[in-house]
């Protein structure tokens, strides 16, 4: 994974000075970074617990917000190796405290999935469209077009009647509790918990950015903030280091310096992977103190 991310850091690095990139570095008001990055990470983390909690507590047993913290660390620890293995720790989770058949677990986590893709297709769409010279406005369409086929699914699956043979049969899938069961309200509540998670990243990736002197416009970095996190969340490379650094350099190059906007995006990227480091230790702890009051059985207890 760290290959590949290695691969399109050094393919984006075209015509970038190794020098420059430690001047740039050098420079940076860390007094605004740390602050801004260190921000940006915990509303990501205490807010997708939560998230996690709220749906994991609709569609099978209720689920407390601090009892599925050590869960969360882990899979935050874990997304320095790969996205999709971080969410096999909240698969586990499911599967031994809550009894969720493997499947179901893993359906769920899809669905948050689609929770995503809704919210990150309209941002960028409604973010084209409402600034219209952002690097984003190309892009609007094609967000658009997502989002109405998103909606169509949610709309499928909350108000269709299942009439052809193919359709009951996708519906009645046991593993897809949480596609079959999700109600309007549902829908609402997920996606506002998400949107109070995105909300504030781009305001705090432009403080980061301006922590290098990047002269950008901050309606430019705010509109063209969900696509580059939704970049972050490409599962081939660990925490999105690689993709996120490939959508910042070939749109805000355009407005500032190539190197300044890849050294403060190599540091974003950095500084999340740095902040995650610390919960693989708790969560190594906790799970380490679980094994060894308990034997290794499953139980209910909290750990």
């Given at each position: 994974?760290?290959?590949v991310a290695?691969?399109i850091v050094?393919y984006?690095f075209?015509?970038i ?10 420079n940076?008001?860390l007094?605004?970074?740390i602050p801004a990055?260190?921000?940006s990470?915990?509303?990501?983390f205490?807010?997708e617990n939560?998230l996690?909690?709220?749906i ?6 209720r ?7 050590p869960?969360?660390a882990?899979?935050y620890?874990?997304?320095?190796i790969?996205?999709f ?6 698969m586990?989770?499911?599967?031994q405290r809550?009894?969720?058949?493997w ?14 893709g ?9 973010g084209?469209?409402?600034v ?5 406005h ?5 967000s658009?077009?997502a989002?109405v086929?998103?909606i169509?699914?949610?709309g ?7 009439r ?12 897809l509790?949480?596609?079959?069961e ?6 609402c ?22 922590a290098f002197?990047?002269?950008l416009?901050?309606?430019h970095?705010i ?7 939704a970049?972050?969340g490409v599962p081939i490379?660990?925490a999105?280091?690689?993709p ?11 407005f500032?310096a190539?190197?300044?906007?890849m050294?403060?995006?190599l540091a ?10 610390p919960l693989?230790?708790g ?7 679980h094994?060894?009051r ?10």
């Amino acid at each position: 994974m760290y290959s590949v991310a290695t691969g399109i850091v050094w393919y984006e690095f075209r015509g970038i000075s190794f020098r420059s990139q430690l001047n740039d570095l050098a420079n940076a008001r860390l007094k605004w970074f740390i602050p801004a990055s260190l921000g940006s990470f915990l509303i990501w983390f205490l807010g997708e617990n939560f998230l996690f909690a709220r749906i994991f507590t609709a569609f099978h047993r209720r689920t407390g917000y601090f009892e599925l913290l050590p869960a969360t660390a882990a899979v935050y620890f874990l997304q320095t190796i790969n996205i999709f293995i971080a969410d096999g720790a909240l698969m586990v989770f499911l599967h031994q405290r809550k009894q969720v058949p493997w499947f179901d677990a893993g359906f769920t986590m899809a669905f948050l999935g689609f929770i995503d893709g809704i919210l990150f297709s309209a941002m960028i769409a409604l973010g084209g469209y409402l600034v219209p010279d952002s690097p984003v406005h190309a892009f609007a369409p094609y967000s658009a077009g997502a989002f109405v086929l998103f909606i169509l699914i949610a709309g499928w699956w909350l108000w269709r009647e299942p009439r052809t043979g193919f359709e009951r049969w996708i519906y009645q899938r046991p593993s897809l509790t949480a596609f079959r069961e999700a109600t309007l309200p549902a829908y609402c509540e997920f996606l506002f918990i998400r949107f109070c998670i995105l909300a504030p990243q781009g305001i705090l990736l432009w403080i980061c950015l301006r922590a290098f002197n990047l002269p950008l416009d901050w309606k430019h970095v705010i509109v063209l903030s969900p696509a580059i996190l939704a970049a972050g969340g490409v599962p081939i490379t660990p925490a999105g280091l690689g993709p996120m650094q490939a959508v910042a350099v070939n749109t805000f190059s355009k407005f500032a310096a190539k190197s300044k906007v890849m050294a403060a995006m190599l540091a974003f990227s950095l500084s999340h992977i740095l902040y995650r480091l610390p919960l693989g230790i708790g969560a190594a702890h906790t799970f380490i103190r679980h094994v060894i009051r308990t034997g290794g059985r499953e139980d209910n207890s909290e750990i």
